[in-house]
């Protein structure tokens, strides 16, 4: 099967938003700031797509206009692997600030498969 290049390019842009994702992720958890490093990756995002497509789609008339054009796909998958491995990493768990709370009665019910902290407030 092959694919048209607006497929190729969409599905490469997709790819970067997911490597910059992760990496963003397990940098946040690992240093401060560090989901600035997979959001400053968005900036050679010109050069994965040309590298692995090896051409530009016909609505793209320059190597520059792919930072203009692949932003909301790369944006969007970046920051759901973003949060996703930076979930991973620190190992979270959710907190129940009351047994009224529409979590922990799911947890008590045994509808969820997640343990959660009940913290008293007040």
């Given at each position: 099967m092959?694919?048209?290049?607006?497929?190729?390019?969409?599905?490469?842009?997709?790819?970067?938003?997911?490597?910059?994702?992760?990496?963003?992720?397990?940098?946040?958890?690992?240093?401060?700031?560090?989901?600035?490093?997979?959001?400053?990756?968005?900036?050679?995002?010109?050069?994965?797509?040309?590298?692995?497509?090896?051409?530009?789609?016909?609505?793209?008339?320059?190597?520059?206009?792919?930072?203009?054009?692949?932003?909301?796909?790369?944006?969007?998958?970046?920051?759901?692997?973003?949060?996703?491995?930076?979930?991973?990493?620190?190992?979270?768990?959710?907190?129940?600030?009351?047994?009224?709370?529409?979590?922990?009665?799911?947890?008590?019910?045994?509808?969820?498969?997640?343990?959660c902290?009940?913290?008293s407030?007040?």
């Amino acid at each position: 099967m092959k694919l048209a290049i607006e497929h190729k390019f969409s599905l490469t842009v997709y790819l970067w938003g997911i490597i910059t994702g992760i990496i963003s992720g397990v940098a946040a958890a690992k240093i401060q700031y560090g989901w600035l490093i997979g959001l400053a990756l968005y900036f050679v995002i010109d050069r994965f797509v040309l590298a692995v497509i090896k051409g530009l789609p016909p609505e793209i008339p320059a190597e520059r206009a792919v930072l203009k054009k692949a932003f909301w796909g790369w944006f969007l998958f970046w920051l759901y692997f973003t949060m996703l491995s930076y979930s991973l990493m620190i190992s979270f768990t959710p907190q129940c600030y009351s047994n009224q709370s529409l979590l922990y009665k799911m947890v008590v019910n045994g509808n969820a498969t997640v343990t959660c902290n009940l913290t008293s407030v007040g």
